[in-house]
């Protein structure tokens, strides 16, 4: 109990540090998307696919939303458990939660929650999502995907928006095992390497950026294959 409650109130303090790999989730109130009190720690047990969006985003969040609802359709809500968090807790309140989550598939099968804004957006923060409101209905936010185990504790932070429902999900039914998916993994990063670099390898030529690519599979993919054969 006592330990609960240092927890609680760390989250809440304004120089609390950042979340790292490992680290437990703080157990701060939320709202879901019924106006029902809600805690990521009420899903211990699962693993918990945890993600950020916003209803008044224009471009990004709603295929965020999608993928979300993907993973929740095809996922065994009995292990794995999906949730998206309001980086806009002022203006996202449930009833509006709710009429935006129902333009998803299966909606009954992930929530979108919201909570007391300070509290929010430090939790927000300690994840390294770091919205910031424009003033004008935008909020800038880092497109991050948090992957808790079991046990509350964050397994995996999978930064950008390259990933697939089915990488995510794959990772998730490890996550709640306290197993780890390194070849998923590993397509992550190359995933996201290659997205920021695609316009540079564009600029070299076809004959020069399949040389490139010929290269990276080899330095990336030979310490790989070794560490999975031993």
């Keep these: 109990m006592v ?3 240092v927890a609680s109130l ?7 540090p950042q979340l790292q790999e490992g680290d437990t989730i703080p157990a701060i109130p939320l709202i879901d998307q019924d106006g029902r009190s809600f805690r990521l720690a009420s899903l211990h047990g699962r693993a918990v696919v945890v993600s950020f969006i916003y209803t008044r985003c224009s471009d990004s969040c709603a295929l965020t939303a999608a993928k979300l609802a993907r993973i929740a359709h095809a996922a065994d809500p009995r292990s794995v458990a999906v949730v998206a968090l309001s980086v806009d807790p002022t203006f996202d309140r449930p009833a509006r ?12 099968r992930w929530t979108i929650a919201t909570g007391e804004p300070g509290q929010v957006r430090l939790l927000e923060r300690r994840l390294g999502v770091e919205p910031e409101s424009k003033g004008d209905g ?5 497109d991050i995907v948090v992957l808790l185990d079991g ?15 089915e ?9 709640v095992a306290g197993e780890h998916e390194p070849v998923v ?5 190359l995933s996201g390497v290659l997205a920021r670099c695609g316009q540079g390898v564009a600029a070299l030529g076809t004959g020069a950026a399949i040389a490139l690519g010929c290269a990276l599979a080899f330095l990336i993919g030979l310490p790989l294959v070794r560490a999975l054969s031993h």
């Excluded at 990488?167 to 996550?175: G, K």
């Design 10 to 16: 760390l989250a809440v303090l304004p120089f609390a």
């Design 97 to 108: 939660l709710h009429r935006y989550r129902a333009r998803f598939e299966t909606p009954e």
């Design 3 to 5: 330990a609960a409650l």
């Design 151 to 165: 046990a509350g504790r964050i397994a995996r932070f999978i930064s950008g928006d390259d990933w697939t429902p």
């Design 138 to 142: 935008r909020t800038d936010h880092a």
């Design 185 to 189: 993994a590993l397509q992550l990063i």
């Design 167 to 175: 990488q995510v999900a794959t990772m998730a039914r490890a996550a």
